[in-house]
């Protein structure tokens, strides 16, 4: 299977410490999308790359939040000194460009911020 | 301000009925409205997308229907079955500078009783 793939899965920290997380998109596709899911919500736009240039951030991304993809291929979004309100579901997703709307999910990264 | 209202929260059908989410959204500049199915611990999936230019798409048993001059639109699912049991998030975007970001309803959360 050639979808996109994210890593840990879970991950559990203490507040204040630093996490990090992988996502790899489908191989083709050179747009690659950060959200953030809460409980009982749908996802929210973080910031989304299209090949290594970040194009867009949201209001949600505070200074504490950085996001790379360095070759244009995979991307890790670092968290440094986490709250407890950044427990979330942590969602990548990614696209082909050229007019192209459908986006394609990996399976998350559940944070527990204890 | 949420831009796509979905209703309703939850819904709960018997198998063999039919399941009915609304969405309504604010922003003209949408053209791309898809549905997408989330299993628990998983990342979306797109189920059916509609474009404003059409009224109905239908895929085997999902259907959306849409009115453009109301601005909303609804998923009907025909033939509940218990494997159907999830949760819905509609979504829309456009292409505000090419990012084809989509902002998501609140999501339904769906049970098919057997």
């Known amino acids: 299977d050639t979808g996109v793939s994210q890593d840990p899965r879970h991950k559990i920290t203490k507040r204040g410490q630093n996490v990090t997380f992988r996502c790899d998109p489908i191989?083709?596709?050179?747009?690659l999308y950060w959200y953030r899911q809460t409980l009982g919500q749908g996802p929210e736009f973080l910031t989304y790359?299209?090949?290594?240039?970040?194009?867009?951030k949201s209001r949600l991304l505070s200074d504490r939040f950085s996001a790379e993809r360095p070759k244009g291929s995979f991307s890790t979004l670092e968290i440094q000194r986490t709250e407890q309100g950044d427990s979330a579901m942590y969602l990548c997703?990614?696209?082909?460009?050229?007019?192209?709307?459908?986006?394609?999910f990996g399976p998350g990264t559940r944070l527990t911020v204890t | 301000q949420q831009q796509v209202k979905q209703s309703p929260q939850s819904l709960i059908v018997q198998k063999g009925g039919i399941s009915i989410i609304n969405c309504a959204y604010e922003?003209?500049?949408?053209?791309?409205f898809p549905w997408y199915q989330q299993f628990p611990g998983k990342g979306p999936a797109l189920l059916i997308a509609?474009?404003?230019?059409?009224s109905e798409k239908k895929e085997g048993r999902f259907t959306i229907s849409f009115n453009k001059s109301a601005k909303q639109f609804s998923l009907h699912i025909m033939d509940s079955q218990p494997g159907d049991s999830a949760t819905y998030f509609c979504?829309?975007?456009?292409?505000?500078?090419?990012?084809?970001?989509?902002?998501f309803g609140r999501g339904t959360s769906l049970i098919v009783h057997p």
């Open positions: 922003n003209t500049a949408f053209d791309y």
């Open positions: 191989s083709e596709h050179n747009r």
């Open positions: 979504a829309a975007s456009g292409a505000s500078g090419g990012s084809y970001i989509p902002t």
């Open positions: 790359f299209q090949n290594e240039a970040q194009l867009e």
């Open positions: 509609i474009r404003p230019d059409v």
């Open positions: 997703a990614s696209s082909r460009s050229g007019g192209s709307y459908e986006q394609y």
